[in-house]
């Protein structure tokens, strides 16, 4: 079956914009995570979401950072009035377990904030 | 302290040798642990996973958990030029909230 897709694979913008990056879990997957992976770098958790429940945030960096599960399902995260330091790949997991579980992972989005 | 912790290598084993890779994690109540794979440029992919203490064996790959000391290694065998990666460790912990990955051994099979 179909994998984890994300949406752009890459996106080059300029200092103070917004981006949306978006992520297409496996079906019937309830669990679904948002790392950000630097040049060299493991991955630094930002956000989970597991089914209806109130998503963990705890790893979002600052306020310019906010994601959401519309339906259970796609997600998007936006990050506003980007900085060159949010400049990473950005990955989404998606997970099929009631809790964390193991982890399928999407090819990622590259950003690059000029 | 990390919470999962791994050294950053590069770890360099000739061909055929055995790969052993190295991951502490400070959670005591952790009960799953994971390795995954990644490739420059790519994705992480599950490996391994093994929830017990002992040894767990798919084919050229072994995973080791040993609870008490708080440790779990992946050993390769026979290493291949194609396992060159980048290995992640991951640790659910205690609370069962999320899972820790650490920051990855880089692994380079010498020919």
């Known amino acids: 079956g179909a994998g984890v897709s994300q949406s752009p694979s890459n996106k080059v913008t300029e200092k103070g914009k917004d981006v949306e990056l978006r992520c297409d879990p496996i079906?019937?997957?309830?669990?679904l995570y948002w790392y950000r992976q630097s040049l060299g770098q493991g991955l630094e958790f930002l956000i989970y979401?597991?089914?209806?429940?109130?998503?963990?945030k705890s790893g979002l960096p600052s306020d310019r950072f906010s994601a959401e599960r519309t339906g259970g399902s796609v997600s998007t995260l936006t990050i506003q009035r980007t900085q060159q330091e949010d400049s990473a790949v950005y990955l989404c997991?998606?997970?099929?377990?009631?809790?964390?579980?193991?982890?399928?992972f999407g090819p990622g989005t590259r950003l690059t904030v000029l | 302290q990390k919470e999962v912790e791994q050294n950053s290598g590069p770890l360099s084993v000739p061909e055929g040798a055995i790969a052993s890779l190295n991951c502490t994690y400070s959670d005591r109540g952790s009960q799953s642990f994971f390795w995954y794979r990644q490739y420059s440029g790519k994705s992480p992919e599950l490996i391994m996973s093994i929830y017990s203490n002992g040894d767990k064996e798919d084919g050229r790959f072994t995973a080791q958990l040993n609870k008490a000391s708080q440790y779990v290694s992946l050993l390769i065998r026979d290493s291949q030029p194609s396992d060159s990666a980048t290995y992640l460790c991951a640790v659910i912990g205690s609370s069962a909230s999320k899972i820790i990955f650490g920051s990855g051994t880089r692994l380079s099979i010498r020919p």
């Open positions: 979401f597991q089914g209806n429940s109130a998503p963990d």
């Open positions: 079906s019937g997957h309830t669990a």
């Open positions: 997991a998606s997970s099929p377990g009631l809790g964390p579980d193991t982890q399928y």
